[in-house]
């Protein structure tokens, strides 16, 4: 059954840990990544098996965004993990090698993109102290 989108209330009590994640990569989206990135990315956040809530971000174009939802223009990758899996992922606590080789990940499209979502990433995982 295709995905349905929900208010953003509903997205943030089924997948709240995502959601909160997606809110601050927001904060991280701009003009620097659109150029070192230059691709638009589906998230597909899953929960017991079934399809939670959705996201794009266009690191493709203008400024870059992050929307929740299917965004209008194509994406050039879509990602489908589980809300656990994706917050490790983010954080840095699960590699995405892995997690893709051991079924949690699953990308369609162009796999070589998923790669360069490690500069977005990167910007999300916890700053190691000195």
């Not at 620097?32 to 174009?61: E, M, P, R």
């Not at 870059?64 to 209008?72: A, F, H, M, P, T």
């Not at 983010?90 to 080789?101: I, Q, R, S």
């Amino acid at each position: 059954t295709p995905y349905t989108p929900h208010s953003h209330n509903s997205i943030m009590a089924s997948i709240p840990a995502a959601a909160k994640v997606f809110e601050e990569m927001k904060g991280n989206i701009g003009p620097d990544l659109v150029k070192k990135v230059k691709a638009i990315f589906q998230f597909d956040i899953t929960k017991g098996g079934k399809t939670a809530g959705q996201y794009t971000v266009d690191l493709k174009n203008g400024d870059g965004s992050l929307i929740e939802g299917v965004g209008k223009a194509k994406p050039g990758c879509t990602l489908t993990i589980a809300e656990d899996d994706f917050v490790k992922l983010v954080g840095g606590e699960l590699d995405p090698m892995k997690a893709f080789m051991g079924g949690k990940l699953k990308v369609k499209g162009n796999i070589m993109l998923a790669q360069k979502l490690q500069v977005l990433f990167d910007q999300e995982a916890p700053k190691a102290k000195l």
